[in-house]
């Protein structure tokens, strides 16, 4: 009792001398890779002296650290929109935004509407759109002309040379391509079990054409460069990444459609830094800074009008792979309600352990 | 003739790199005879024992053992066996299975293996102790049955690499005797390496006095202690008293050395080579070879007196060991300290330190040897 | 005899003991903590988090659900199965090639050139696990290094693929081993006098037989604490199975990262955890057993 009693003293002294010490005003942010360039952060310290530690990170792992500290470690949090208010449900990781202290005019209005549905919890908002794209394949034209949609990846013509993540989007996209509606499934888990199965059977009988199941956006692109890889279901951004260094290589949306993604502002629960947050959230939503996120990142923002300030290389290669039918076919992901996880993970787990021979 | 010898060496070198361990080395060994290699430490015995086994390969010369040449002859092929220095028992096996070692390799089915390591535990005096293991053994026990792992093999030679110098004093000197005894009885041939000149003196039917690589002299026990053949043999076995100085006039087999240090001692050649008038030697008496008797008179140097070498001195150390007690008297006059043995009788028992001696011993007593540092000071000159 | 030996130490102990105690405790009283804040007690929570199962929203039941399904459904038990057996393997195989290796540094390599072995064995190790995993990869792929070479030399026509199989996947565990089986098999071949094996020798024996008979038995306690420690971080290895293995390559530690990461599956992931640890040291016991080694041994 006593030495418990010792022990919050000493931590409570210790917390204090490191309270004393921090003095520079900081912003932890747990976010992807590029979505926070090392020049946007310069520029954030010099007008308003916070400084901003950045935790590169993905969905699953945002919230399972969340998850372990209660909602503590970090300032704001940048999960993608359909994965916040389950996770809040089950494990009351968040905070509700205070959308007074963001200023909405700078957000694409539509967009801010959607994810602020989709995040919603028991009435309270709690993410603001930031970043958004879609995944669909990424195919050297010269020599996967033949792939137009997921299921094309099955095909003899690309045998051994393809590669996709074994997550949930691959899932979703292969459902998609097959003729199903998952996201329609979504609230029938017995449906959406059924559903899955197909895809699992899909999934199997298409495994001996996988080089290897990607797992970090680098390696994918090293497999796609060095011609190791053919065909992909990746992201679009990888797809104009390789784009610049050959011409054959790009972004297609396939036939089913793109599956698009947004990439959210959240508040962790225990965040020690609100008003820094908000005013992160205001400072990237610029036009012009949003411009330079677009560039680190290759995807384009919620920001209005960031448009005019993004490079035109990139819009040239955005409307190539988005042809306006495209554009509209994109199924954007709704918010994952609970127990679907737990079906998927055991889809995923019986493709990987299938023989693929 | 040669069939009699259970070993032969012609001419053994063997050199790491410019350094030679072993220089030339010769010798015959009979058929059952118990030999002793002794040397200071690092004059090259184990390098010679270990050419014998076969862990090192001669430079230049050859091994024969039993008629036939084991140059290119692994050490497990050789008849020969070898009981190292720290015994190397297997420490996890137990004492039977250690005797059994070699009986397994030749493939000598379990139930005659047993009858004969039971034999031979019996012989080495150890009935009971095939279950136990090494570790429960007391050194002497353990220098049994690493003999006793040797000899089951029944080697033509068994070589030991002074397998007595981890034991202490006591049972050192009673192992000797046991050695000596065990390999009576089993008529092996024993070749004995040490550097302890009594284990080599007590059990030996040969002894070589081996030098920085070389043999010295190769002779009985007997022949080395009273006729060794060179200064380091004379000074390297038994005790001795050792001037130095030149000779002043040589009469017949006798010469008059002058010692650096002041006065004259009358001696013999030790070599069988006559000595040279001017020649700078060593002399070496041994302290049992001098008489002693109180005396009164005045302080001496070394000289004649009645043809025997005389000298008085000042008692100055008592060394009390019962039957060989000595004492360390001090020449006054050149301030050299000789070692005398007091007589078994006990005459001299009541003999106090400052007491005046007077030294006497015979002319053939004194054995001179040309000094090896001012042949070669000479030869450089 | 040693019985009475143990007891006379105990009384001694025991009338020592009161006036050490506090001072003891003080001393260890860190380490009490840290064990008890840092091992311990996350432990514990874990236990009880893989004893619940969700009912709905932050409503859960006790429950061994957890533990049936690891049983029931086949795919966790072959998974576990497939880690233990390429485990086993990999430790067999880490110590065919680790002994040799061990032996001509303890017993035939002296001084300098010793010191030079060794260290090219520490030197994988002073890179990350990551990067050493990314060098097979650049080594092994299809466009890699090994493949580009066989193709120049002529010995085939087109790129072959080295990773993503389950022999690159040995190999890479192999080499991220070797330190661990060499260094405790070092240090006890050291303590292996020279003059035990030419005695054998002289009395008859033969490279294999002395091998046996003697080496392996003296390093036998070596040759546990090896295959213990590398058994232990081949079996919780996780990159170098997911990295260099195939699109088929299971591996037990990356299931319990999916449970825990992936699928926010806390409950399946302590679970899987906690049979990790007694299914390996239910191995690591058996392996003793058959060795005729304890525990206390291999740490000699
Ligand atoms: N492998 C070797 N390389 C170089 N020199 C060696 C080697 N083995 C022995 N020597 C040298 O040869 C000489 C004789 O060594 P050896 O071991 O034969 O001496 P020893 O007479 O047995 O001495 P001790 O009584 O101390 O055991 C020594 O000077 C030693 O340094
Ligand atoms: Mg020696």
Redesign the pocket.
């Known amino acids: 009792m006593t030495t418990t009693k010792a022990i919050l003293g000493l931590t409570a002294i210790a917390g204090v001398a490191f309270a004393g010490q921090a003095q520079a005003e900081e912003l932890r942010l747990l976010t992807w890779g590029g979505y926070a360039p090392e020049s946007v952060i310069e520029q954030f310290k010099a007008e308003t002296g916070i400084d901003v530690k950045v935790t590169k990170s993905n969905n699953e792992d945002m919230i399972s650290k969340l998850r372990a500290t209660g909602g503590g470690g970090f300032d704001l949090a940048q999960p993608s929109q359909d994965r916040i208010s389950a996770a809040q449900a089950e494990h009351r990781i968040y905070k509700a935004m205070d959308l007074s202290q963001i200023d909405g005019n700078q957000f694409i209005g539509s967009m801010l509407e959607a994810t602020k549905g989709n995040t919603t919890y028991k009435g309270d908002v709690y993410g603001v759109p930031h970043v958004w794209g879609t995944s669909g394949l990424v195919l050297n034209t010269a020599t996967a002309s033949s792939v137009k949609d997921y299921t094309d990846l099955c095909n003899d013509a690309v045998a051994g040379k393809v590669s996709y993540r074994l997550k949930r989007p691959t899932l979703i996209g292969f459902a998609f391509s097959m003729g199903l509606d998952p996201f329609a499934a979504y609230d029938d888990k017995a449906k959406y079990q059924e559903i899955m199965g197909k895809v699992e059977e899909k999934l199997i009988s298409c495994k001996p054409n996988v080089k290897t199941y990607w797992e970090g956006g680098d390696s994918l692109l090293n497999l796609v460069r060095s011609g190791e890889v053919v065909a992909a279901m990746a992201w679009d951004t990888g797809g104009w990444k390789l784009n610049n260094d050959n011409a054959d290589v790009t972004f297609v949306a396939p036939k089913s459609g793109a599956l698009g993604w947004i990439d959210t502002f959240v508040l962790p629960k225990k965040t020690k830094n609100e008003a820094g947050a908000y005013k992160w959230i205001n400072f990237v939503m610029r036009p012009e800074i949003a411009a330079q996120i677009t560039a680190a990142a290759g995807n384009f923002t919620a920001s209005k009008g960031a448009d005019q300030f993004a490079e035109d290389k990139l819009k040239a290669q955005f409307q190539a792979s988005f042809p306006q039918a495209d554009l509209d076919n994109i199924k954007w992901y709704p918010t994952v309600p609970p127990g679907l996880e737990t079906i998927e993970g055991k889809v995923l787990d019986r493709v990987k352990a299938a023989s693929s021979n | 003739m040669s069939n009699q010898l259970d070993l032969e060496c012609r001419q053994l070198v063997k050199s790491?790199?410019k350094?030679t361990?072993?220089d030339n080395v010769s010798l015959e060994i009979p058929k059952g005879s118990f030999f002793s290699i002794l040397?200071?430490?690092?004059?090259?015995?184990?390098?010679?024992l270990r050419m014998l086994a076969g862990f090192i390969e001669p430079t230049a010369g050859d091994i024969v053992i039993k008629g036939n040449s084991m140059l290119g002859v692994p050490p497990n092929k050789r008849p020969v066996n070898m009981v190292f220095?720290h015994l190397a028992l297997f420490p996890m096996m137990n004492v039977a299975e250690n005797i059994g070692y070699g009986l397994r390799r030749r493939k000598i089915p379990q139930p005659e293996i047993d009858k004969r390591v039971a034999d031979v535990l019996e012989r080495v005096s150890l009935p009971d102790a095939g279950s136990k293991n090494v570790d429960q053994l007391s050194g002497g026990q353990r220098q049994r049955v690493a003999i006793a792992r040797s000899l089951i093999l029944e080697p033509a030679v068994l070589l030991l690499?002074?397998p007595l110098g981890a034991l202490d004093l006591k049972l050192r000197e009673h192992m000797k005797v046991e050695l000596k005894q065990l390999q009576h009885e089993v008529g092996t041939t024993f070749v004995y390496?040490t550097?302890d000149q009594s284990e080599a003196l007590v059990m030996s039917d040969n002894v070589a006095v081996?030098n920085e690589?070389r043999f010295e002299q190769v002779g009985s026990p007997q022949d080395l202690y009273y006729n060794p053949q060179t200064a380091f043999v004379a000074g390297f076995v038994g005790d001795s008293n050792r001037w130095s100085g030149k000779i002043e006039s040589v009469d017949g087999d006798q010469a008059m050395v002058a010692l650096d240090e002041g006065g004259v001692i009358a001696a013999v050649s030790g070599t069988n080579s006559s000595m040279g008038l001017g020649d700078q030697v060593e002399l070496f008496v041994r302290p049992e070879a001098i008489t002693i008797e109180r005396s009164t008179s005045s302080q001496d140097g070394a000289h004649i007196e009645d043809g025997k070498n005389t000298l008085t001195g000042v008692v100055e150390n008592l060394l009390f060991d019962g039957a060989n007690s000595r004492a360390q008297v001090r020449d006054q006059k050149t301030g050299h300290q000789v070692t005398v043995s007091l007589p078994q009788t006990g005459a001299f028992s009541d003999l106090v330190s400052g007491e005046n001696l007077r030294l006497s011993w015979s002319v053939d007593k004194a054995r001179s040897y040309v000094s090896s540092a001012a042949a070669k000071q000479e030869k450089a000159a | 005899m040693s019985s009475a030996e143990i007891a006379v130490s105990g009384t001694e102990q025991r009338s020592v003991i009161p006036t050490l105690k506090l001072g003891t405790f003080l001393l260890m009283l860190p380490l009490l903590l840290w064990l008890l804040l840092l091992i311990i007690l996350p432990h514990v929570d874990l236990l009880i988090v893989s004893l619940r199962e969700v009912l709905g929203y932050r409503e859960y039941a006790f429950s061994l659900q957890n533990y049936a399904e690891f049983f029931t459904e086949p795919l966790y038990w072959n998974t576990f199965v497939r880690t233990a057996v390429m485990s086993i393997l990999a430790t067999i195989i880490t110590l065919i090639v680790g002994f040799p290796v061990s032996y001509y540094i303890a017993k035939v390599m002296k001084g300098r050139k010793r010191n030079l072995l060794f260290i090219m064995c520490l030197i994988p190790f002073w890179v990350s696990e990551l990067v050493r995993t990314f060098g097979w990869m650049i080594l092994l792929r299809e466009s890699g290094v090994l493949s580009s070479f066989i193709q120049w030399i002529g010995l085939v026509d087109g790129p072959v693929e080295f990773l993503y199989t389950d022999a690159t996947l040995m190999v890479g565990l192999v080499y991220t081993s070797m330190l661990f089986m060499v260094v405790p098999l070092v240090s006890v071949l050291d303590t292996l006098d020279d003059s035990l094996i030419e005695a054998a020798y002289d009395l008859g024996g033969n490279t294999v037989s002395i091998l046996r008979e003697i080496v392996i038995p003296h390093a036998m306690p070596g040759i546990a604490s090896g295959c213990i420690v590398v058994f232990m971080l081949t079996l919780g290895n996780y990159l170098t199975p997911t990295l260099l293995g195939g699109k088929d390559s299971l591996w037990f530690t990356e299931q319990i990262y999916n449970q825990f990461i992936t699928r926010f599956n806390w409950e399946s992931g302590s679970a899987f955890g906690f049979l990790l640890l007694f299914l390996s040291s239910a191995i690591v016991f058996v392996g003793l057993k058959l060795s005729r080694q304890t525990l206390a041994d291999t740490v000699k």
């Open positions: 790491f790199g350094f361990a072993v040397g200071p430490s690092g004059c090259g015995k184990t390098t010679l220095q690499d002074e390496i550097h081996m690589g």
